[in-house]
């Protein structure tokens, strides 16, 4: 039984000096005196792994590629212009970002698939992921058939987590109608099929893509077979204006409202996004103890908006964080993002601190939501370093010149809020250290680049 003897350890949601913590078959045994094998880790700090609640890791694949204006940007009702229901004109934005996107989604396949998920599940590592929410849609082939075995797709995403070690829960995506004709599937039951037989494989979650892409009889059934079978039901809910107004015309009321009303709003719930909320909106989902994935890094990339977490943790509801577009794979750039944002809006500072919890008290806070707010919005246990909790965590270098000077009442403002990746020495998973193989990974990775983009 190894243990771990950092200077500095974040477990139970403190920060503990001169304590070890005692691993056992890949479990967190005890957190005291030493009870195995020494691993002394000087000048070292042990904290939870983070999570990305969600993410599509084949968008790796699209990194670079949308950062530039494409489309002009001209007055409504203009020739060429495009105009929101709002009336607004726009230029790029989610929606012609969506048309780059499509086009790569459209020419994948399940080799280039694997190839870049399993060079963003090694990147993601290397940032301290070390558990992976994959919201993933595409199930077919280009014609829009079915793979021989349906979850040839979903296997290879797996697969690729599985050969870097991070933990999967696997949120295989209901897409009804709308998008690709890879992305959607004949009915419920046969999507219900499909999610059934990969659970004999991988832990999965069930997800309806958004109240835009599937209606709400999908919906409904899919939170039904959720709830009996003990999975979790992720879902994009509001995270473009447009998307509101489409549910109102369909449904006369809100994506959280019509969860809610659909019985699919539960502390099981994670809501993705959940940027264009009222205020019924957010009382809803905070009755309800459902989880909000804010994934701040592609809101902001994307022109999506901010998410008011603020107003949410008030309400009652739980947040995590996810990379979504995987345009930046540091899940604590998004733990501080949730604050940044909010401080641009109310030109304050400390918005998420309302406590009055000390100096490291917020950083402690927004990294919790980065890594036991990811576990349980995945129905997974841990992420806080307790006894009887999976040994997933991370050993920073309390003197990389990001973090230099840290003590341990600011540990985890200086972790959260300045730490940069090269404090980052190992990631370990179920108490294993992982490999992370760039080296290996990397030829089939540029060879489907190359393939996808000449
Ligand atoms: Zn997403």
């Not at 009996?228 to 369909?250: D, I, N, T, Y």
Request: proline share 6%; net charge negative.
């Amino acid at each position: 039984m190894p243990s771990f003897q950092p200077d500095l350890l974040f477990s139970g949601g403190r920060v503990l000096s001169g304590v070890a913590l005692n691993v056992r078959d890949g479990v967190v045994d005890s957190v005291g005196s030493p009870s195995g094998g020494p691993v002394p880790l000087r000048g070292r700090a042990v904290l939870p792994g983070l999570v990305s609640a969600h993410s599509h890791a084949f968008q790796r694949a699209i990194r670079g590629r949308t950062e530039h204006r494409a489309h002009p940007l001209e007055a409504a009702g203009s020739p060429g212009g495009r105009a929101e229901p709002a009336g607004r004109s726009i230029g790029d934005d989610f929606w012609t970002w969506r048309e780059a996107m499509y086009a790569a989604a459209e020419r994948l396949s399940p080799e280039d698939l694997f190839a870049v998920s399993k060079f963003c599940f090694l990147e993601m590592a290397r940032a301290g992921v070390t558990a992976v929410g994959e919201f993933h849609y595409l199930h077919r082939d280009r014609e829009g058939r079915p793979y021989a075995d349906p979850n040839e797709l979903d296997l290879a995403v797996a697969r690729a987590a599985s050969e870097v070690g991070l933990r999967i829960v696997l949120l295989r995506v209901a897409y009804a109608r709308g998008g690709l004709k890879r992305f959607v599937e004949g009915s419920v039951d046969e999507y219900l099929r499909n999610l059934d037989a990969l659970s004999k494989h991988v832990p999965v979650g069930a997800a309806p893509h958004s109240v835009r892409a599937c209606p709400a009889e999908w919906i409904r059934d899919i939170s039904n077979e959720a709830a009996r079978r003990g999975w979790v039901l992720h879902l994009h809910v509001s995270e473009q204006p447009k998307e509101v107004e489409q549910c109102r015309a369909e449904h006369g009321t809100t994506p959280p409202l019509l969860l809610e009303r659909l019985g699919a709003l539960t502390d099981r719930t994670t809501c993705v996004h959940g940027v264009h909320l009222d205020r019924d909106d957010i009382a809803a989902i905070g009755r309800a103890r459902a989880t909000v994935c804010a994934c701040p890094t592609t809101e902001r990339n994307l022109g999506d908006g901010v998410v008011r977490a603020d107003k949410l943790l008030t309400a009652g509801a739980r947040l995590c964080v996810g990379s979504d577009s995987e345009v930046q794979l540091d899940p604590l750039e998004d733990a501080r993002q949730l604050e940044y944002g909010l401080r641009l809006v109310e030109l304050q500072r400390a918005v998420l601190d309302p406590e009055h919890a000390g100096v490291g008290g917020l950083g402690a806070k927004l990294y919790g939501i980065a890594s036991e707010g990811g576990m349980r919005s995945l129905g997974l246990p841990g992420g806080a370093l307790r006894p009887g909790e999976p040994a997933d965590f991370i050993v920073v270098d309390l003197d990389d010149p990001s973090i230099a000077g840290v003590r341990a009442e600011d540990l985890m403002a200086n972790v959260t809020f300045c730490l940069e990746r090269t404090a980052i020495l190992d990631t370990y998973v179920g108490g294993e250290r992982l490999a992370l193989d760039f080296a290996g990974a990397l030829p089939t990775f540029r060879e489907a680049m190359r393939r996808l983009w000449s």
